[in-house]
């Protein structure tokens, strides 16, 4: 199955390659931009990683460790 972007995106945010679940993800320019991102959408429990496809800034689930 081939995954297309949706065409409602042209106001938000920059958007490349998709996750397991066919959603696109969102970039940032800079690890500040994603940790205010983080802050304003008060998301819990979520990561900053660069990607190494992009070269930009995305936000994760903060995986459990396994002890």
Avoid: W
């Avoid at 397991?20 to 304003?40: L, N, V």
């Amino acid at each position: 199955m081939k995954l297309a972007p949706r065409s409602n995106l042209q106001n938000k945010k920059p958007r490349c390659h998709y996750n397991k679940r066919g959603k696109t993800k969102i970039i940032f320019e800079t690890e500040k931009d994603a940790f205010k991102y983080i802050k304003k959408m008060n998301l819990k429990d979520y990561i900053v990683y660069l990607c190494k496809v992009c070269n930009k800034y995305h936000i994760s689930h903060k995986r459990n460790e396994l002890v």
